[in-house]
């Protein structure tokens, strides 16, 4: 079993509220919102407004990932504004800003989790995995939705599979990246437990459907 996590990125940004609505009766629990500050990478998007305006009317699980550079300055407003799951890159600040970042947003009750990019290797994130309810893993180069998917990324979570069973076993392994009815298949053999889709989920003609697959 899988949980789908569908990105806002690719939802209608003049209609979202309905959008996100549609997402929660088409049968998705969680939500996954990219937040990008075009520096750690080349994009724009949201910010902590749209999370805590979010937060207002869904009851979705909020899947807040932060592609911003040197997050524990942001960290406590993304709390508050209303994220269930805040994610943070392991590439974004020092060792011990990661960490402190990771406490901070455990005492204010939220799950961290840490995200590493694709050239990033899966022991970057060792130091951190007994500290967070969820890793992601990037099959795509974060900053862009609708990018295709990269394959030569499973072994990466494979092995980030085999690490967090040993340390952490309850934490969630996710994939975010070019997922959908293919290819989700192949994270979940590798060990992946939550997929993000985009593009995939917002352009699906049956997207009931697409839930009840990507999390069989």
């Not at 749209?50 to 869904?58: E, M, P």
Request: proline residues 5%; negative net charge.
């Amino acid at each position: 079993m899988a949980i789908l996590s569908p990105s806002i990125l690719a939802a209608d940004a003049m209609n979202l509220q309905r959008d996100l609505t549609q997402t929660a009766q088409n049968g998705a629990k969680w939500l996954h919102i990219d937040i990008m500050d075009g520096h750690f990478v080349p994009n724009l998007s949201f910010g902590y407004s749209t999370v805590k305006g979010i937060r207002g009317f869904s009851d979705l699980v909020l899947d807040v990932h932060l592609m911003i550079d040197r997050p524990i300055r942001y960290v406590e407003e993304f709390c508050k504004a209303g994220s269930d799951i805040l994610t943070i890159h392991v590439e974004a600040d020092t060792a011990e800003n990661t960490k402190k970042a990771l406490e901070m947003i455990r005492a204010m009750g939220v799950k961290p989790g840490i995200v590493v990019k694709p050239k990033t290797p899966a022991e970057a994130v060792a130091p951190y995995l007994s500290m967070v309810d969820l890793v992601l893993v990037m099959t795509v180069e974060p900053g862009f939705g609708g990018q295709k998917f990269m394959a030569d990324m499973m072994p990466k979570v494979k092995k980030l599979r085999q690490m967090i069973d040993e340390v952490n076993p309850q934490c969630y392994l996710e994939v975010d990246g070019g997922v959908d009815l293919e290819t989700g298949v192949i994270c979940k053999e590798n060990g992946a437990n939550v997929l993000v889709a985009g593009s995939a989920f917002y352009k699906a003609a049956d997207k009931p459907a697409f839930v009840r697959q990507i999390e069989a």
